[in-house]
T-cell receptor
Framework: KAGVTQTPRYLIKTRGQQVTLSCSPISGHRSVSWYQQTPGQGLQFLFEYFSETQRNKGNFPGRFSGRQFSNSRSEMNVSTLELGDSALYLC?????????????FGPGTRLTVL | AQSVTQLDSQVPVFEEAPVELRCNYSSSVSVYLFWYVQYPNQGLQLLLKYLSGSTLVKGINGFEAEFNKSQTSFHLRKPSVHISDTAEYFCAVTRPDSWGKLQFGAGTQVVVTP
């Protein structure tokens, strides 16, 4: 089956702009999680959506938001971009049950804020 | 709250030699444990996971890990590495009631040389 896809793969923005990243999960997966990866902070959890509802949230400011659509595709939005938002943003999808599935990661979106 | 500590930031190893990557965790409740690998410019790939049962877990590509509850450790091992094992390895933990929220260690860079 097709893997997790993320678009775009690379993005360059300037401070103060906003950005929307997209994630298409594996077919049949209803959970989508988002992570930020930076050299300084490592991999940090942003939020998780399950059946269009935010189920878990990490410790990020309100500038970071997300949503999930009825087809399980998810978007995350970052408003008022800061230089420190430059990172690799990864999304992962899974079914609801840890015992029968795992989190499958996409290749990520590399965001550069100038 | 739980935390994950990867004790080595970088591990150099010769081809065909064994390697062990150390991971310690802390949590007041039972957790699930994972090892992921990240190759350059790619997302994360699951190597193995421990949910319950046998403490010795076998994963893909010849990797295995042992869960030690008394020492709160989940070390990853491979008896003989290949050049292609050069990558960054992440230990991660999650609680059963927040399955979609992984907390990652800082990562261990494995460099395999001939």
């Amino acid at each position: 089956k097709a893997g997790v896809t993320q678009t775009p793969r690379y993005l360059i923005k300037t401070r103060g702009q906003q950005v929307t990243l997209s994630c298409s999960p594996i077919s049949g997966h209803r959970s989508v999680s988002w992570y930020q990866q930076t050299p300084g902070q490592g991999l940090q959890f942003l939020f998780e959506y399950f059946s269009e509802t935010q189920r878990n949230k990490g410790n990020f400011p309100g500038r970071f938001s997300g949503r999930q659509f009825s087809n399980s595709r998810s978007e995350m939005n970052v408003s008022t971009l800061e230089l420190g938002d430059s990172a690799l943003y990864l999304c992962a999808s899974s079914s609801w049950d840890a015992f029968t599935d795992t989190q499958y990661f996409g290749p990520g979106t590399r965001l550069t804020v100038l | 709250a739980q935390s994950v500590t990867q004790l080595d930031s970088q591990v150099p190893v010769f081809e065909e030699a064994p390697v062990e990557l150390r991971c310690n965790y802390s949590s007041s409740v039972s957790v699930y444990l994972f090892w992921y690998v990240q190759y350059p410019n790619q997302g994360l790939q699951l190597l193995l996971k421990y949910l319950s049962g046998s403490t010795l877990v076998k994963g893909i590509n010849g990797f295995e890990a042992e869960f030690n509850k008394s020492q709160t450790s989940f070390h990853l091992r491979k008896p003989s590495v290949h050049i292609s094992d050069t990558a960054e390895y992440f230990c991660a933990v999650t609680r059963p009631d927040s399955w979609g929220k992984l907390q990652f260690g800082a990562g261990t860079q494995v460099v395999v040389t001939p």
